[in-house]
């Protein structure tokens, strides 16, 4: 019947023995499943089991997993099974068990397994890491002859104990290693993807340009681009892509590469964002993804050319009655549907005149109280500043608004501006 465990302090020499090598195994290494392979040898030699079996639990289908199984001849014996019975009755009650008359023990009904293989001795201890259950360790033996010793089932629970720390602290490592080079791709990401953003404004006569980009994450969907094409005007794309992280950076990219060739390729303004929208168009139906953006071209002495695809409507500072409008709404997002319905609208500006475009993030950024930024309110920023400051102090001051306005909440989305200010 069941015999109490041992006290630690009561173990036989061998017993201590067995302990101290499963100790110096189990904390000399991070390659944990070969120290416990050994562990387990171990205990079966000093308790002369038959069988033995270390099982980890499967948090996700509760279901326990063999790690490690041995049997007298060392063979892996994962398919002759185990007393579920006990098992079970461990994985209940976190408590371990030792009986040495498993056929007729009264504390429960044999189950299968115990008499069809006429197991006779078996111990079952719980491997626990703060309460919480990540195992057992399991031993028994079917000779007649064979009984388990108090100090057995007491070195047995020492063993579990080792053996449930060092899996947890592998699983630890695990996951701070896999986190470490996560955050090491995602550096580098960011990096890539910080380059593909122009280092500097272009310079063309007549216009002051100035660009500010923000990633709520490490990567953004968010984008700017600001070039020079062949006839030497000014070419400007703001972007906004509908997912985050990695996946809308590499489409980012490649709405980046589309704009910027056909842009250098000399097509008008409503053709580049027609052609880029229909070949964006098979990887956007396959990963759900869209991109709203507007583009226009600057032209020496103040005209200029924009087309919108989907996107926020950007903001025209007026300086000659110091009034903003914002620009007309048109198009869809790139990648939704093919044959977008685009058009293309002139606009000259007089000198001081400002554009200010940005994408969703400034608007929709909040304050403490849940309350978005908006329109109305960049708006406003921009008929104080615009009729003073160049584009770079502009931009300086939205920005500076906007953090006042949220008053240290943080971002939830990516947040980029870019301004474009005619001096004529």
């Known amino acids: 019947m069941t015999q109490p465990a041992a006290p630690a302090d009561q173990l036989t020499p061998e017993h201590l023995l067995t302990l101290y090598q499963v100790s110096t195994w189990i904390n000399s290494t991070l390659e944990f499943e070969s120290a416990l392979n050994n562990a387990m040898d171990a205990i079966m030699q000093v308790t002369k089991a038959q069988r033995g079996f270390l099982m980890i639990l499967n948090e996700s289908d509760n279901v326990l997993e063999v790690l490690v199984a041995r049997g007298i001849d060392g063979a892996t014996i994962e398919?002759?099974?185990?007393?579920?019975?006990?098992?079970?009755?461990?994985?209940?009650?976190?408590?371990?068990?030792?009986?040495?008359?498993?056929?007729?023990?009264?504390?429960?009904?044999?189950?299968?397994?115990?008499?069809?293989?006429?197991?006779?001795?078996?111990?079952?201890?719980?491997?626990?890491?703060?309460?919480?259950?990540?195992?057992?360790?399991?031993?028994?033996?079917?000779?007649?002859?064979?009984?388990?010793?108090?100090?057995?089932?007491?070195?047995?629970?020492?063993?579990?104990?080792?053996?449930?720390?060092?899996?947890?602290?592998?699983?630890?490592?695990?996951?701070?290693?896999?986190?470490?080079?996560?955050?090491?791709?995602?550096?580098?990401?960011?990096?890539?993807?910080?380059?593909?953003?122009?280092?500097?404004?272009?310079?063309?006569?007549?216009?002051?340009?100035?660009?500010?980009?923000?990633?709520?994450?490490?990567?953004?969907?968010?984008?700017?681009?600001a070039f020079i094409m062949e006839d030497g005007a000014l070419g400007t794309v703001i972007a906004d892509v509908s997912d985050k992280g990695a996946p809308a950076a590499l489409f980012m990219a490649v709405a980046r590469t589309l704009i910027r060739s056909h842009a250098h390729a000399g097509m008008h303004a409503v053709e580049t964002v027609s052609r880029t929208n229909d070949l964006l168009l098979p990887d956007a139906e396959q990963n759900g993804m869209f991109v709203t953006l507007f583009y226009s071209h600057f032209h020496v002495g103040g005209h200029s050319v924009h087309v919108n695809g989907g996107h926020n409507p950007p903001v025209h500072y007026h300086a000659i009655n110091r009034q903003p409008e914002f620009l007309p709404r048109g198009g869809r997002a790139l990648g939704w549907f093919p044959n977008n319905p685009l058009k293309e609208y002139d606009i000259q500006l007089s000198p001081g005149d400002v554009i200010v475009y940005y994408t969703d993030g400034l608007t929709d950024a909040e304050n403490p109280a849940g309350e978005p930024y908006g329109e109305q309110r960049l708006a406003q920023a921009i008929q104080r500043h615009a009729g003073k400051l160049t584009a770079i102090e502009l931009r300086d001051a939205i920005l500076k608004d906007v953090e006042q306005f949220c008053d240290g909440t943080p971002p939830f989305d990516d947040l980029t501006m870019l301004i474009v200010r005619y001096t004529g």
Not at 133 to 154: N, S
Not at 166 to 187: F, M, P, S, T
Not at 199 to 209: A, S
């Open 79 to 225: 398919s002759e099974g185990y007393s579920t019975t006990i098992v079970n009755k461990v994985v209940e009650t976190s408590e371990p068990l030792l009986t040495n008359n498993a056929q007729f023990d009264t504390r429960f009904n044999a189950g299968a397994s115990i008499i069809m293989r006429g197991l006779r001795a078996i111990i079952c201890a719980p491997m626990l890491v703060h309460d919480r259950l990540i195992g057992v360790v399991y031993v028994d033996t079917a000779m007649k002859a064979g009984a388990f010793r108090p100090q057995d089932m007491a070195l047995i629970m020492a063993v579990s104990g080792l053996a449930a720390r060092a899996i947890e602290n592998a699983r630890l490592y695990l996951v701070a290693k896999e986190k470490g080079r996560l955050e090491q791709e995602l550096q580098m990401a960011h990096t890539i993807q910080r380059g593909l953003l122009p280092r500097e404004m272009p310079k063309v006569k007549g216009y002051e340009v100035a660009p500010h980009w923000e990633a709520a994450r490490e990567v953004a969907g968010d984008f700017y681009d």
